[in-house]
């Protein structure tokens, strides 16, 4: 009698475990999928919120940086364009072609030249847009109402101050300029027409400059596809869609960052 009682009591405790056990992991189970709904919900709700915020956060942008800027600043930025930089990067990059060519073999171009140039470029592009916009203001041009003179932002005696200030240091850039010597001076080909749009006296003053620095493959690798890329533009252009004349227009940054990097490869590549 008492080894059937320890049996039925032993086999009752046995129950009851398997009972707490099931419950427990009833509880769990019931636990995870909530957490999963609230998690899933949670990330389905702050999606939008948190891509927006490492946006805001990570963007590194001209526009960004302008608007990050003081307010009474931001107005000045604008009228130098600093908030479209597209224009900055056309006016400087045929300059890092010619500072690149004019390496001696086997070294880069010279930091100092490209920091100068890269700064007056800067400058001489937004005195550029102040004196289109102070133009436009007397010309009582439309669809500039909403540039930084026109709206009031600025007044043309500010303008015409900024203006001095740019020239001023544009023109200390130049004098600097005449401190640097070099050993050897290269008859460069890359002229006025490297910037008129025109393929071929393009690629000719760049095939001329590429002999002249004595460039090697790398160069001309680079210049096969300069003109297939500037070939494309004009047989795919849209005159009627300013869009596609902005995208193509904005493309030729990376067309010249490429030239530079070929210049640079190629003078590398010299013996």
Not at 75 to 91: A, F, N, S
Request: glycine share 8%; proline share 3%.
């Amino acid at each position: 009698g008492h080894v059937l009682a320890v049996t039925m009591l032993a086999e009752l405790h046995r129950s009851q475990r398997k009972q707490e056990k099931l419950c427990f992991t009833n509880i769990t189970l019931v636990s995870q999928r909530n957490f999963i709904l609230m998690l899933q919900t949670f990330l389905k709700h702050s999606r939008g919120k948190l891509k927006d915020l490492d946006l805001r956060r990570f963007s590194l942008s001209a526009a960004t940086i302008v608007d990050s800027a003081p307010v009474h600043v931001q107005p000045y930025l604008r009228l130098m364009r600093l908030d479209k930089p597209i224009g900055t990067w056309l006016l400087y990059l045929p300059c890092t072609w010619s500072i690149a060519l004019a390496a001696n073999p086997g070294c880069f171009p010279d930091l100092g030249m490209l920091t100068l140039f890269g700064t007056g470029a800067l400058l001489m592009r937004g005195a550029g847009c102040t004196i289109n916009d102070i133009v436009r203001v007397f010309a009582q041009v439309s669809h500039t109402a909403s540039r930084p003179i026109a709206s009031g932002e600025i007044s043309r005696m500010q303008a015409l101050v900024f203006l001095g200030g740019q020239l001023s240091l544009a023109l200390g850039v130049l004098l600097c300029l005449n401190y640097y010597r070099y050993s050897e001076s290269i008859l460069l080909g890359v002229k006025s027409t490297a910037l008129s749009g025109f393929v071929v006296a393009m690629m000719s003053g760049l095939v001329l400059a590429g002999v002249n620095a004595e460039q090697t493959l790398p160069y001309y690798a680079v210049l096969t596809g300069v003109a297939m890329h500037l070939t494309n533009q004009i047989y795919t252009l849209d005159i009627n869609k300013p869009e596609d004349c902005w995208k193509k227009f904005v493309s030729n940054r990376n067309l010249g960052l490429l030239l530079f990097l070929g210049i640079v490869v190629g003078n590398l590549w010299k013996e």
